[in-house]
């Protein structure tokens, strides 16, 4: 999503190193390494396994040119010590889930298909969906789901939750999905504009993956592994996180905003990809102490 703005926020030049720290299937990394050459490097971190080897496969024709590194992102400043690398000259960060991800029902991050309540962004670590709502009490749910999903019908989802939980259980997304719609009155006179389901499973996906703990240690990593004058760019889906990528970029010691608003998809992306409708880039040049 938003590679023309992501481009041109991370101001790339022939021969530099750019971190990308969420390289999914390597859409937008395939971009940045055009634009490196023959001398540059790309370093790219994904948390999930099977998406590295679809970046592998991706960015097979520049292979000299690219290091992938199996890493939550929230470890960066580690990851590049290792590949002694002091300082890159950009940092790339495209939040969330990757389509591959939620296309595969096994995942559970669908409530389009029927699959495991799982929804960890590495699969190996963690603990699934389904264990977080059994261990969960109900008011904690309640407050999940508020709190991570801005979800209004939560106490009475929390409730029905439990409820099931004492005479059966609750092993997949379809489940889930339709307890969550059965909680939800359907607004009167419209048809709905998204499905009752997404704030609950959005805000199950977050605490999961503890997705905004993630994002903060990134951001407080960020500083020390820009170079003065390098870029951060910031892709982010929900407010939660805008919030906070906002609040690091503010200030004029460490960054220098280089966007005051958000940069948002044109029409004609969204039309060609739903999900970029949410999607708000924030970018920052790395300024010299
Ligand atoms: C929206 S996709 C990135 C798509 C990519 N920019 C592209 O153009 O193909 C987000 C990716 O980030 C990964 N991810 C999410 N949170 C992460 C984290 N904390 N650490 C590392 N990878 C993460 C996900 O596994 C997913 O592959």
Do not use: Y
Not at 12 to 32: F, M, Y
Not at 134 to 139: A, W, Y
Not at 202 to 212: F, G, M, P
Not at 214 to 241: K, N, Q, T, Y
């Amino acid at each position: 999503v938003l590679s023309a703005e992501v481009l041109e926020a991370l101001a790339v030049r022939p021969g530099q190193t750019i971190v990308d720290a969420t390289v999914g299937a390597g859409g937008h990394a395939a971009l940045v390494l055009d634009q490196l050459g023959p001398t540059g490097r790309l370093i790219g971190l994904d948390q999930d396994p099977e998406m590295l080897a679809l970046a592998r496969s991706r960015l097979s024709p520049f292979a000299g040119n690219v290091t992938l590194v199996l890493s939550n992102f929230d470890r960066l400043r580690e990851v590049l010590s290792e590949l002694a690398i002091d300082q890159a000259d950009a940092v790339l960060a495209d939040l969330g889930f990757a389509s591959d991800q939620l296309e595969t029902a096994e995942r559970g991050f669908s409530f389009q298909q029927s699959g495991p309540l799982d929804m960890r962004l590495n699969p190996t670590e963690g603990e699934p969906a389904g264990a977080l709502l059994r261990r969960l009490s109900e008011r904690d749910l309640a407050d999940l789901f508020w709190q991570l999903g801005e979800e209004r019908f939560s106490r009475r989802i929390a409730r029905k939750i439990v409820a099931l939980r004492r005479h059966g259980s609750l092993e997949t997304t379809e489940q889930l999905a339709s307890l969550v719609r059965s909680c939800v009155p359907r607004p009167r006179g419209r048809r709905p504009t998204i499905d009752p389901a997404t704030r609950v499973f959005q805000a199950l996906r977050i605490a999961v993956n503890d997705e905004l703990g993630a994002l903060d240690r990134l951001l407080a990593a960020l500083p020390a592994c820009v170079r003065p004058d390098g870029r951060a760019a910031i892709i982010s889906f929900h407010s939660l996180e805008d919030r906070r990528v906002k609040e690091a970029f503010r200030g004029k010691t460490t960054w220098q905003a280089l966007t005051k608003k958000p940069l948002v998809a044109h029409e004609e992306e969204v039309r060609a990809n739903p999900r970029a409708r949410s999607a708000k880039l924030r970018a920052a040049r790395r300024l010299p102490a």
